[in-house]
């Protein structure tokens, strides 16, 4: 009576409430029978509540013994159902005859639909230890994973051989779990299989869901078209290759993607990538997030727009996001960590690196919170073959490798960002540390241009270096090296704006050195401190400069520069010791001809703001007067003390 009672409740809900195409009676001996429930009049049950009566439209009537029966469902009738019991699959399928056919070998289940016209929905349920999911499709479908637990020793989990769209939906709540085998052995000759989760065609994820996969042959998911994350929750627990591997794209725009992979994490092989939102998390022993196309029509550029991306990598000369082509950082907050060393790699006689960024054509960092740690030995935080242009954003930088040496005529040091091309800032907020031999700070092999924002270096080897001009129009730089110069050109410098504190160590090492080339100062509040200095040209310079001598500086010691009038000029706190030090000192409020007085020691007032050091407000109680002097009537540079200045810069007319 009770069962009785099941299935009229059971019957008046699933026709009422949800008005499905198709009734399915699932019996005892496993077999179901299905009904459209179009093509059902009435259902009733006999006196003795002992058979159940399905009456059909055309005045046949099929009769079901209760005691045969184990449940009724109602389904739609674009939903094919698979539902996995250890070796074997149940199959409810209502578009069997109608262009989907089913066929299961033990839980080995292979779907071919010549559907040209209508999206079918093929809903995964159970769980086997020996089966997989396989289709071919004529038109576009849903796949919809429902706590599923599929495990192909031989081959992938699920198979799908069809170029349309997919759209793979991870039902809300559940957690499915893909697993493939270390070998491939039944793959049929002209089929790619590659993959625990594999593709011909564009795989969408979305839903609320959860994907755990584990790929034991090469990748976890692979689509030879493009992979779209749309929401949901995937996790790649191991992969022997690659995480995710897709030919033409892939894009996230919500959810989660955690990989651990021993090839790279997400690899796009001839088209680009685009993070628009969700959270990657990345634990890879090859590169992280990498496009590698090397054509020359397509490109291959990485794009970030929004989201969290932090990546692990610890292979050697291993990449965080690698780029054959541009890379874009528009916003989103960007974690990255590299472990690996540099190695000489024999097929391009050359040696190769780890580094956070690398991109092989331009990188633009608009926006966004970006960090990166380094510590692998040659080790580079951003490395860009062409020009690398900061509007802005948040970008803290740090490595901790030593020197890699090959040989004598081979060898790289670590360093924190370097560019082939021109670079370029204009805004943002950029911390850089490098602690270890020949590591520099901030690198352009062309020309580098800061014209905003805030810049602390602290180097070991070159704070701030380019092999053809450094130009300075603005915002705030501090550039310490440990054992080299604070901003090294190796050819022309010029300095139009901003505040400006840099300082090398002890000669013959400098502050600001430009060898015997032009070092033009138009403006700007400059500090300079080193064992010696480059001359600014005098006949390009509109602004005053003073090159003080001193000896027995000792480390935080504070000097003030302080006009006949009293008015002061400036106050700065020296970073480190020197037995002999040369300290430069520019600001627009020098004039010729005026007497001025330095001071050493004394104290600011509590309400006194400084800049690594450098004050720009609060007032100065004098200590001692270490010299007073009167700038130069006919030169724009004075020197005070023992010279300690390098060659004046080359002639006039130099850019």
């Known amino acids: 009576m009770k069962k009785t009672l099941s299935l009229i409740i059971c019957l008046i809900f699933g026709i009422t409430l949800f008005a499905q195409d198709s009734l399915y009676v699932y019996k005892t001996d496993q077999t ?3 009904f459209r429930i179009a093509e059902v009049d009435s259902l009733r049950f006999s006196q003795d509540a002992a058979n159940l009566y399905i009456v059909k439209t055309d005045q046949t009537t099929a009769s079901l013994s209760l005691a045969e029966v184990d449940s009724i469902t109602f389904w739609r009738h674009d939903v094919v159902s698979i539902t996995y019991s250890n070796g074997t699959a149940s199959i409810v399928n209502p578009l069997a005859g109608q262009g989907v056919e089913v066929e299961a070998d033990g839980a080995r289940v292979t779907v071919t639909s010549t559907i040209a016209d209508k999206q079918v929905r093929y809903l995964l349920n159970g769980t086997t230890p020996e089966g997989m999911f396989k289709i071919y499709s004529d038109y576009k479908f849903e796949l919809a994973l429902n706590a599923v637990e599929i495990t192909n020793p031989n081959g992938a989990a699920i198979n799908i051989q069809s170029g349309k769209k997919v759209t793979v939906t991870l039902i809300d709540g559940t957690t499915s779990c893909l697993t493939d085998g270390a070998k491939y052995t039944a793959t049929p000759d002209g089929e790619d299989e590659k993959s625990t989760f594999f593709s011909e065609g564009q795989l969408n994820f979305k839903g609320q869901g959860t994907l755990n996969l584990q790929a034991y042959y090469k990748h976890a998911i692979c689509s030879d078209d493009y992979i779209r994350i749309k929401s949901g929750n995937i996790i790649v627990t191991g992969a022997a290759k690659d995480g995710l591997h897709c030919n033409d794209y892939f894009r996230m725009d919500g959810g989660t993607l955690t990989i651990t992979s021993e090839g790279d994490a997400l690899e796009v092989e001839e088209g680009y990538i685009e993070i628009n939102g969700g959270t990657i998390n990345v634990n890879a022993v090859g590169d992280g997030l990498k496009t590698s196309y090397k054509g020359t029509d397509l490109s291959p550029y990485i794009e970030v727009a929004g989201g969290t991306i932090d990546v692990t990598v610890t292979g050697d000369a291993s990449k965080a996001i690698k780029s054959k082509g541009d890379v874009t950082i528009g916003s989103g907050n960007i974690t990255l960590q590299t472990t690996g060393n540099a190695y000489y790699d024999t097929d391009d006689a050359d040696t190769s690196s780890s580094a956070g960024i690398k991109c092989d054509g331009n990188l633009l960092i608009e926006n966004g919170n970006i960090g990166i740690n380094s510590s692998g030995s040659g080790g580079k935080g951003i490395n860009v073959d062409g020009t690398l242009h900061v509007k802005g954003g948040n970008i803290s930088v740090v490595t901790t490798g030593n020197q890699y040496v090959y040989d004598r005529d081979n060898d790289t040091a670590a360093k924190a960002i370097k560019s082939d091309g021109n670079l370029t800032i204009d805004g943002g907020y950029i911390t850089i540390q490098t602690s270890r031999t020949e590591a520099e ?13 805030t810049i602390v270096i602290n180097a070991y080897d070159d704070a701030i270096n380019a092999s053809n001009h450094i130009q300075i129009n603005g915002g705030k730089v501090y550039s310490y090296s440990a054992t080299n110069d604070g901003i090294d050109s190796n050819g022309t410098l010029t300095i139009t704006g901003g505040i400006v504190f840099s300082s090398g160590t002890t000669a013959p090492e400098e502050g600001f050195d430009c060898d015997q080339n032009a070092f033009k100062i138009t403006g700007g509040i400059l500090i300079g401190t080193g064992g010696a200095t480059s001359t600014p040209t005098s006949n390009l310079c509109t602004q005053q400069t003073v090159v003080y001598s001193t000896s027995g500086v ?20 020296v970073p480190r010791a020197y037995n002999s030090m040369t300290m430069l000192i520019s600001t627009p409020h020098i004039a010729q001809g005026t007497g001025y007085t330095i001071y050493k020691n004394g104290t600011m007032s509590d309400d006194a703001q400084d800049f690594q050091g450098l004050y720009t407000s609060g007032t100065y109680t004098p200590g001692t007067s270490a010299t007073t002097f009167t700038t130069s009537t006919t030169s724009r540079v004075t020197n005070v003390g023992a010279s300690g200045g390098g060659p004046g810069g080359g002639p006039g007319g130099h850019p």
Do not use: W, Y
């Open 441 to 453: 700070g901030l690198e352009s092999k062309d020309t580098l241009t800061i014209n905003d924002g």
């Open 32 to 34: 179901v029978t299905p």
């Open 554 to 573: 000792t480390a935080g010691q504070m000097f003030h520069l302080r006009g006949s009038d009293a008015a002061e000029i400036v106050s700065v706190k």
